[in-house]
């Protein structure tokens, strides 16, 4: 998939271990997965570089952009972590399971972070997702607020085939998303869901053609910026706690929102 900002960006805010950051007009971010020639296969450097690019945005972006080159999404973890020479200037992934635990659990907190920001509240973040997108991929995906997929998309979660549990925070959203029987079959058997399933069962807002996928994202995107964005950002912040309230909490919480919504408006603000 092609980059929506390129034309208009002032260049690169970062461009480094397999991710590129990209501003269009102070208003969207766009983080791309550039390495095709081996279908955007991830690594603890490029789960860094993914923990940097959303320190970097600027405090104005609005909507991010998530995208890979070529003709994958990505293909998931670099199977090179479980060699025992690992990356060069990492330890392998099998030096760290025989040191101490508490050392391992810091380890893959740390790479957790590259799958958590993209869902605060004063940003919402569509993953662009063709092709293949397994199991740190599929991850990776899910870790957005919204999915607009090709028509050719493959998610699996294949982490339960390698003897490992999905731990980059994806189980949760999966979970959200299709509930729990669908989730386990889903991770257990390893297999794939493609894009009609996906749109069926709402792990995809959308599936289109993938030459229409750039357009799309494009058109979701300018969807996005349309409503004022501190009504977005409370919107998105009711929501994204709904499911741990009760209703009643739930509604107190819608009017303490619209409280502050109002008195902004009303240039009563804090």
């Not at 972006?61 to 060699?83: H, I, K, N």
């Not at 999966?174 to 991770?187: N, P, Q, S």
């Amino acid at each position: 998939m092609s980059d929506p900002t390129t034309a208009t960006s002032t260049g690169p805010l970062l461009d480094r271990d397999g991710v590129r950051l990209t501003v269009e007009d102070g208003a969207v971010a766009t983080i791309t997965l550039c390495n095709p020639a081996k279908r955007n296969a991830q690594s603890p450097a490029l789960w860094r570089a993914l923990t940097e690019a959303g320190r970097a945005l600027p405090g104005d972006v609005r909507v991010v952009v998530l995208l890979g080159e070529g003709v994958s999404f990505s293909a998931g973890l670099d199977r090179q972590a479980f060699t025992p020479e690992g990356f060069d200037g990492e330890p392998s992934f099998l030096d760290m399971a025989r040191g101490p635990e508490a050392e391992l659990d810091a380890t893959i907190a740390e790479y957790q972070e590259a799958f958590t920001w993209w869902r605060r509240n004063d940003v919402i973040s569509v993953a662009a997702v063709q092709g293949h997108a397994i199991g740190a991929g599929f991850q990776l995906a899910l870790a957005c607020d919204l999915r607009v997929c090709a028509d050719d998309v493959q998610f699996a979660m294949r982490e339960t085939s390698l003897g490992l549990v999905p731990d980059l925070a994806g189980t949760k959203p999966l979970t959200d998303l299709v509930g729990y029987a669908r989730a386990l079959e889903i991770c257990a058997t390893g297999r794939f869901v493609r894009a009609e399933e996906a749109e069926r069962t709402g792990l995809a807002n959308l599936v289109v053609p993938a030459a229409d996928l750039d357009a799309a994202v494009r058109d979701l995107t300018a969807a996005l910026l349309a409503a004022p964005r501190d009504a977005v950002v409370e919107t998105k912040a009711l929501l994204r706690e709904a499911s741990t309230r009760t209703y009643e909490e739930q509604r107190v919480a819608e009017r303490a929102a619209q409280g502050r919504r109002l008195r902004d408006l009303a240039g009563l603000g804090e």
